[in-house]
T-cell receptor
Framework: ETGVTQTPRHLVMGMTNKKSLKCEQHLGHNAMYWYKQSAKKPLELMFVYSLEERVENNSVPSRFSPECPNSSHLFLHLHTLQPEDSALYLC??????????FGSGTRLTVV | QKEVEQNSGPLSVPEGAIASLNCTYSDRVSQSFFWYRQYSGKSPELIMSIYSNGDKEDGRFTAQLNKASQYVSLLIRDSQPSDSATYLCAVLDSGAGSYQLTFGKGTKLSVIP
């Protein structure tokens, strides 16, 4: 089991639903991230929280909304998603330049 | 736009051979480089980091970095079927006070028994 826990592992939601992904890190890291992984594409950075401050990523649609209440927890709130948003959503944490530790991911399917 | 390029493969090697995975990056000031292994349906797992020019060895894995050529590679000696996975190269952007990784698309490695 990694030091980064993501829930749920799988999620199926309709386009009108609202759901949230949760991430918790137990490593004492000071930065947390959301990445999207789609087939045949590189990992795409969605959001960064460093010392609980968000670094904006303007290419992410507003139907994705992050929340970082403290340095150990990160959420991704989802609403009115599209089928093309179906992907693996990965949370990660890091301490300075020592590389990321990823969670197990949430496999999201939008129907 | 910072870019990290990898040959997507698949790269097939026989069991016991050396697998060589390559990566180039566009940002000349990058200082930190990582290799991740990702099994099908799983999340990426950090296997190597390298920060200085030259070689860094860890068990059967050797990472090589050449900053002048903007090139980083991963060698896997005595390849095993359990090494079959996608290998992701990542480069750290340490600007703006956050530590953001840019990933390549990954190289799929298949080790044939």
């Amino acid at each position: 089991e990694t030091g980064v826990t993501q829930t749920p592992r799988h999620l199926v939601m309709g386009m009108t639903n609202k759901k949230s992904l949760k991430c918790e890190q137990h490593l004492g890291h000071n930065a947390m991230y959301w990445y999207k992984q789609s087939a045949k594409k590189p990992l795409e950075l969605m959001f960064v929280y460093s010392l609980e401050e968000r670094v904006e990523n303007n290419s992410v649609p507003s139907r994705f909304s992050p929340e970082c209440p403290n340095s150990s927890h990160l959420f991704l709130h989802l609403h009115t998603l599209q089928p093309e948003d179906s992907a693996l959503y990965l949370c990660a944490s890091s301490q300075r330049n020592y590389g990321y530790t990823f969670g197990s991911g949430t496999r999201l399917t939008v129907v | 736009q910072k870019e990290v390029e990898q040959n997507s493969g698949p790269l097939s090697v026989p069991e016991g051979a050396i697998a060589s995975l390559n990566c180039t990056y566009s940002d000349r000031v990058s200082q930190s480089f990582f290799w991740y292994r990702q099994y099908s349906g799983k999340s990426p797992e950090l296997i190597m980091s390298i920060y200085s020019n030259g070689d860094k060895e860890d068990g059967r894995f050797t990472a090589q970095l050449n900053k002048a050529s903007q090139y980083v590679s991963l060698l896997i000696r005595d390849s095993q079927p359990s090494d079959s996975a996608t290998y992701l190269c990542a480069v750290l952007d340490s600007g703006a006070g956050s530590y953001q990784l840019t990933f390549g698309k990954g190289t799929k490695l298949s080790v044939i028994p």
